[in-house]
């Protein structure tokens, strides 16, 4: 089974941006869709950024879109979630997360993942 650890989280200032990436290891990777997930203080977990497992299909929320893109280098087994022209609003706890998909399929439902990373804060500061 795939196990995921994040990094890259922290603090930024409004209008700044920061790259996470989501080390994968244990599975083959390519057979894996993922996903970038949040949860802001007092809210539901919200998905923002999916790649199909196949690398060909990416999909993203329209909270971020045009902000935030999500990529992976395959050799690496790591998938980044690049964000950029962050704001307040994007402060939460993002979760990386993989399942086993057919290599067309995407998704931002939190229930079509079985497989979770640990989490990392990001924090904007206005």
């Known amino acids: 089974q795939l196990r995921l650890v994040e990094s890259g989280g922290g603090l930024v200032q409004s209008g700044g941006s920061l790259r996470l990436s989501c080390v994968a290891s244990?599975?083959?990777?390519?057979?894996?869709?993922v996903g970038w997930f949040r949860q802001a203080p007092g809210k539901g977990r919200e998905g923002i950024s999916c790649?199909?497992?196949?690398?060909?299909?990416a999909y993203n929320a329209d909270s971020v879109q045009g902000r935030f893109s999500i990529s992976r280098d395959t050799d690496k087994k790591v998938v980044y979630l690049q964000m950029n022209r962050l704001n307040p609003d994007d402060t939460g706890f993002y979760c990386?997360?993989?399942?086993?998909?057919?290599?067309?399929?995407?998704?931002?439902?939190?229930?079509?993942?079985?497989?979770w990373g640990q989490g990392i804060q990001v924090t904007v500061s206005s």
């Open positions: 244990g599975d083959t990777f390519n057979y894996y869709m």
């Open positions: 990386y997360a993989a399942d086993q998909r057919r290599p067309d399929w995407v998704s931002l439902a939190e229930n079509d993942y079985g497989i």
């Open positions: 790649l199909s497992s196949g690398g060909g299909s």
